[in-house]
């Protein structure tokens, strides 16, 4: 049960954060504002 209240408050702070930016920025691309979260094997295999 705490693992699903961990994920969860997570997901929100995700939720949020990524609702912030698109926000703050309506005309820029998501995945290349977001860029910088992604791994060195997601950039390897060009996973976005």
Sequence with gaps: MQ???SDS???LKNNL???NIGYNN???N???????FRTEN???ENIR
Excluded: V
């Design 26 to 28: 309506p005309y820029k």
């Design 30 to 36: 998501c995945e290349d504002m977001l860029d910088e």
């Design 17 to 19: 954060y990524g609702s």
């Design 3 to 5: 693992t699903i209240i």
């Design 9 to 11: 408050r997570k997901d």
């Design 42 to 44: 997601m950039r390897k």
